[in-house]
C-alpha cells in the first residue's frame, strides 16, 4: 500500500485534516487545465473546489491497488471537459510582460476547444494516450494526431517570425518539426543529420524549437493557486464516521431465538429426507466442471446501475479462467471496447485469499487473442468467444481458499463491484500436462540455453528455460574483473544475458503470447514464457503488417516448437580516454577494447546567430572485429572531476548493424551546469558492451516427444 493509499484510510477513518495534503499535491495542474479552459480565475477555482469535493465524497469507492493520481485525474477528467456558456477558445488573461511569452499564450488559444483540451490533459497531466482513450471515448490514434495539429499549430503562430529558411536545399518547418520530436523514419532523419551538419539556417530553426518548448511549458504552468482553496474545501466537507458495530436489541435476540428454533425443526424433520440430494449437488460441484451448476445471480452484484456476473471459473494448475457478463439498465455499453470493458489497469483486480486471510501472488491478464483481429476464413460459421480473465496460478496454493473479484471500474462507469467466490482447490481435476524436454541451444559457445519443460493446459502453454554461461565464459568473466578489482560487477553481468524465444507452429507461424502484469527475471532461476493456443503470420507476414489470427492450435502437445530469434550478452569492458573539449579535426586513434578497433574521433561546435558555441558534436568511428553479432557500447562522458555531462542525440545506433567502418560514439554535447559552460577536459569512458545475435538463423525445437508422436501416428 502507498503513501497516498494511506492518507486516504486515515481520511476514511475520520481525520478530514489528510485531505489537505492530497488537495496541495494536486490542485496547481488541475487548476491550469481548468483555468486554459474556461479563461477565467473565478471560473476554474469553481471547477477545482467542485471536483475535490466531489472525490472526497467518493473516497470510499476508491480502490488502493490504483494508484491514487490515476483515480483523481480519472475523475476530474469529466468535470474539466464540461462544455461552459462562456467562449472557451477566449484567451486568459496571463501575467506575463514578455511579447514572446503573450505571443505563444495567443497560439494556445487559438485552438479548438476539444483539442485543446486534450492537449492540456497530455501536457499538463502527462496521460498516456492510450488510457486517456477510455476515458473521453477518442481512439488513441485520433488524440495522438489531433495532439499532434495542435503543436503544430502553436509553432506555426511563435515561429513564423523567428524561422529564415535562405537554402535551396532547407528542410520545411514541418520537416523539421518532426525531426524534433522523433517522428522520422531512420532514412529521412539520416538525410536531416547530413544537411545539418552544413546548414547553420536549419540548426538556428532546432535552436528555436527547444526555445519554444521551454516557454510553452512556463505558460502552461500559470497561475497557481495558494493555500486558501485547501482550507475552502475542507470547510465544506463532513468527516468520515467509521463503522460502528450495531448493537443487538431485545427484539433482534428474540428474532434469532426463533430462527435457530426453525433451524432445529428442519434439521429434524426436514434434512434427513433432503441429505442424499444436498450431497448430490455438493459432489457434483466440487469434482465436476467448477461452477456449472450455479443458478443466474449466484455470484453478481450491482452498483450504479451496472451489474457483474462471474458465469463460471474453470481452473488447473496451470490457469484459472474467469469469466464474466456485464449487463446495466438504461445506456448502451460503449462500443468502443467490447473486451476491455473491465478497468484492466488496476494492478489487484483478482485475487486469492486463504481463511487466515493471507494473500498469494496472481497474475491476472486479458487473453491476447481476444484483442486481435481475425481472418474471415476464421471467422466464418464460429460464435464470438466471450471474454474473461486469465489468471496465472501460483505454485502453492491451499486446499481451499476464496477468490476475491474487486473491479472499480466498468464500461467507463466507476463503481464497487466486489464479488468472494470459494473454491475447494483440492477437489479439482488438473487436466494440465508437462513434458520434459531437457533440450538445449548453444550460443557462440559463450552461453547455453537450457528448454527445461512444457506444460499444456486448455487455455494455453507454459514454457520453462534457463540461460546460463558456459563454464569457461563465466570463469573468463570473473577473471576479467577481478583484474580491476570490480568482482561487485557479475550480477550485473549475470542479469544482463537475454534470449527472444518464441512459440510456432511446425510452419513456423507465430503462437500468441499471454502477457501478465508482473514477469520478473532472477538470475539463475527458470524463465517463464505463457501462449494462447492461437496463431497468428509467421515472422515475414508480421513484417509486413498481418497480425490477423490464422488459426487455433487443436492439439499443442503434438503440433508446436520453440525458436530463437536472437539474444544478447553483456560484458565489462575497461575504455578510458581524456582529450580537450575544444574543435578538434578528424584525428586518428590506435588501440582495440572488447573486439572492437578505434579509427579515429572529432569534436565539431555548433554556433548560435551571435557566434557562441552551443553544443559539440563528438563522433568516435572504429570497426567490430567479431563476425555474426552487432554490438551496444555502454559510453559515459564526465569531467576530470567526475561530474556527469550533459548530451544529446546518441545517432550512433543508426550504425549498428553496419559491417566495416562506422560511427561508434556520436553524441551532442550541451553545456554544463547553470552557467552554460563547457569543461575544458572531457573524459570518454565504455564501462561495457552489449553483444547482440540476432542475424543468425536458428533451427526449431519440437516442444513434444518426436519418439512418441512418432508411435502414436503408427498406430
Same mark, same amino acid.
Given at each position: 500500500m502507498n503513501e497516498e493509499s494511506l492518507e486516504v484510510k486515515e481520511i476514511l477513518a475520520g481525520s478530514k485534516d489528510k485531505y489537505f495534503q492530497l488537495i496541495d499535491r494536486y490542485k496547481d495542474k488541475l487548476f491550469a487545465v481548468a483555468y486554459h479552459m474556461s479563461a477565467s480565475e473565478a471560473e476554474a477555482e469553481? $471547477?477545482?473546489?467542485?471536483?475535490?469535493?466531489?472525490?472526497?465524497?467518493?473516497?470510499?469507492?476508491?480502490?488502493?491497488?490504483?494508484?491514487?493520481?490515476?483515480?483523481?485525474? !480519472?475523475?476530474? +477528467?469529466?468535470?474539466?471537459?464540461?462544455?461552459?456558456?462562456?467562449?472557451?477558445?477566449?484567451?486568459?488573461?496571463?501575467?506575463?510582460?514578455?511579447?514572446?511569452?503573450?505571443?505563444?499564450?495567443?497560439?494556445?488559444?487559438?485552438?479548438?476547444?476539444?483539442?485543446?483540451?486534450?492537449?492540456? *490533459? $497530455?501536457?499538463?497531466?502527462?496521460?498516456?494516450?492510450?488510457?486517456?482513450? =477510455?476515458?473521453? =471515448?477518442?481512439?488513441?490514434?485520433?488524440?495522438?494526431?489531433?495532439?499532434?495539429?495542435?503543436?503544430?499549430?502553436?509553432?506555426?503562430?511563435?515561429?513564423?517570425?523567428?524561422?529564415?529558411? !535562405? =537554402?535551396e536545399e532547407c528542410h520545411s518547418e514541418e520537416e523539421l518539426s518532426l525531426y524534433f520530436d522523433g517522428k522520422l523514419s531512420n532514412e529521412k532523419q539520416r538525410k536531416i543529420e547530413e544537411h545539418l551538419e552544413f546548414c547553420p539556417d536549419c540548426r538556428e530553426v532546432l535552436h528555436f524549437l527547444k526555445q519554444? !518548448?521551454?516557454?510553452?511549458?512556463?505558460?502552461?504552468?500559470?497561475?497557481?493557486?495558494?493555500? #486558501?482553496?485547501?482550507?475552502?474545501?475542507?470547510? &465544506?466537507?463532513?468527516?468520515?464516521?467509521?463503522?460502528?458495530?450495531?448493537?443487538?436489541?431485545?427484539?433482534?435476540?428474540?428474532?434469532?431465538?426463533?430462527?435457530?428454533?426453525a433451524i432445529f425443526l428442519f434439521s429434524v424433520v426436514i434434512l434427513p429426507t433432503l441429505k442424499p440430494l444436498a450431497s448430490m449437488v455438493s459432489t457434483y460441484m466440487q469434482h465436476g466442471t467448477i461452477y456449472n451448476v450455479w443458478t443466474e445471480g449466484t455470484y453478481a452484484v450491482t452498483d450504479e446501475e451496472i451489474t457483474l456476473e462471474i458465469t463460471k471459473v474453470e481452473i488447473d494448475s496451470l490457469y484459472m479462467a474467469v469469466y464474466y457478463e456485464i449487463s446495466r439498465v438504461g445506456d448502451e455499453p460503449p462500443e468502443k471496447f467490447p473486451i476491455e470493458d473491465v478497468d484492466f489497469y488496476s494492478s489487484k483486480p483478482l485475487r486469492i485469499v486463504d481463511e487466515a486471510g493471507s494473500h498469494y501472488p496472481v497474475d491476472a491478464t486479458i487473453p491476447d487473442h481476444l484483442r486481435h483481429a481475425r481472418s474471415l476464413a476464421e471467422e466464418e460459421g464460429e460464435e464470438k468467444e466471450r471474454p474473461y480473465y486469465l489468471l496465472k496460478m501460483p505454485d502453492k496454493l491451499p486446499d481451499e481458499f476464496n477468490l476475491e473479484i474487486n473491479f472499480a471500474r466498468l464500461q467507463g462507469q466507476y463503481g464497487k463491484w466486489n464479488i468472494e467466490i470459494p473454491i475447494r482447490y483440492d477437489k479439482v481435476e488438473d487436466t494440465a500436462v508437462t513434458?520434459?524436454?531437457? &533440450?538445449? +541451444?548453444? $550460443?557462440?559457445?559463450?552461453?547455453?540455453?537450457? +528448454?527445461?519443460?512444457?506444460?499444456y493446459s486448455k487455455n494455453g502453454?507454459?514454457?520453462?528455460?534457463?540461460?546460463?554461461?558456459?563454464?569457461?565464459?563465466?570463469?573468463?568473466?570473473?577473471?576479467? *574483473?577481478? @583484474?580491476?578489482?570490480?568482482e561487485y560487477r557479475m550480477e550485473e553481468i549475470l542479469q544482463g544475458r537475454h534470449v527472444?524465444?518464441?512459440?510456432?507452429?511446425?510452419?513456423?507461424?507465430?503462437?500468441?503470447?499471454?502477457?501478465?502484469?508482473?514477469?520478473?527475471?532472477?538470475?539463475?532461476?527458470?524463465?517463464?514464457?505463457?501462449? #494462447?493456443?492461437?496463431?497468428? =503470420?509467421? @515472422?515475414?507476414?508480421q513484417q509486413k503488417g498481418n497480425h490477423q489470427i490464422q488459426g487455433k492450435i487443436e492439439n499443442p502437445e503434438e503440433e508446436l516448437y520453440i525458436k530463437m530469434f536472437g539474444a544478447s550478452f553483456q560484458e565489462p569492458t575497461f575504455f578510458s580516454m581524456e582529450v580537450p573539449l575544444e574543435e578538434t579535426e578528424t584525428t586518428p586513434l590506435e588501440g582495440e577494447f572488447s573486439n572492437y578497433k578505434l579509427l579515429d574521433y572529432s569534436l565539431t561546435p555548433e554556433k548560435d546567430g551571435e557566434g557562441n558555441i552551443t553544443k559539440y558534436a563528438l563522433i568516435i568511428n572504429g570497426e567490430s572485429l567479431q563476425e555474426g553479432a552487432r554490438g551496444d557500447i555502454g559510453w559515459s562522458l564526465s569531467d576530470q572531476s567526475g561530474n556527469y555531462i550533459p548530451t544529446e542525440g546518441w545517432y550512433h545506433y543508426e550504425d549498428m548493424q553496419k559491417e566495416g567502418p562506422k560511427k561508434l560514439l556520436h553524441v551532442d554535447i550541451v553545456p554544463h551546469g547553470s552557467q552554460d559552460e563547457f569543461p575544458e577536459t572531457l573524459v570518454i569512458k565504455a564501462d561495457y558492451i552489449y553483444t547482440h545475435y540476432d542475424e543468425k538463423e536458428w533451427e526449431k525445437i519440437p516442444l513434444f516427444n518426436e519418439e512418441e508422436k512418432n508411435d502414436s501416428e503408427s498406430e
Open positions: 469553481k $471547477i477545482v473546489e467542485k471536483g475535490f469535493i466531489e472525490v472526497y465524497q467518493n473516497l470510499e469507492k476508491y480502490d488502493d491497488s490504483l494508484f491514487f493520481s490515476d483515480w483523481l485525474y !480519472e475523475r476530474f +477528467i469529466p468535470i474539466l471537459g464540461v462544455k461552459r456558456d462562456k467562449d472557451s477558445t477566449q484567451q486568459a488573461k496571463l501575467p506575463f510582460h514578455n511579447p514572446h511569452y503573450i505571443e505563444m499564450e495567443e497560439a494556445l488559444h487559438s485552438l479548438a476547444s476539444e483539442a485543446k483540451f486534450q492537449f492540456l *490533459l $497530455i501536457k499538463l497531466s502527462d496521460f498516456p494516450t492510450a488510457k486517456l482513450s =477510455g476515458l473521453i =471515448g477518442i481512439s488513441k490514434e485520433e488524440i495522438e494526431e489531433n495532439y499532434s495539429n495542435s503543436l503544430n499549430q502553436i509553432r506555426r503562430s511563435t515561429l513564423s517570425n523567428d524561422i529564415k529558411l !535562405e =537554402g519554444e !518548448e521551454s516557454t510553452l511549458e512556463k505558460v502552461l504552468e500559470y497561475p497557481k493557486l495558494n493555500e #486558501s482553496l485547501n482550507d475552502q474545501v475542507l470547510s &465544506k466537507l463532513d468527516p468520515y464516521v467509521p463503522a460502528k458495530p450495531k448493537h443487538r436489541t431485545w427484539k433482534y435476540q428474540l428474532s434469532v431465538v426463533g430462527i435457530l428454533g513434458v520434459k524436454l531437457d &533440450k538445449t +541451444i548453444n $550460443i557462440d559457445d559463450k552461453a547455453v540455453v537450457d +528448454i527445461m519443460d512444457a506444460t502453454s507454459r514454457i520453462r528455460y534457463k540461460v546460463n554461461h558456459t563454464k569457461e565464459e563465466e570463469a573468463r568473466l570473473r577473471k576479467l *574483473l577481478k @583484474e580491476h578489482d570490480q527472444g524465444l518464441h512459440v510456432t507452429t511446425e510452419e513456423e507461424h507465430l503462437v500468441l503470447p499471454n502477457y501478465f502484469h508482473f514477469m520478473v527475471y532472477e538470475p539463475n532461476e527458470p524463465v517463464e514464457l505463457y501462449f #494462447s493456443n492461437y496463431y497468428i =503470420g509467421n @515472422e515475414q507476414q
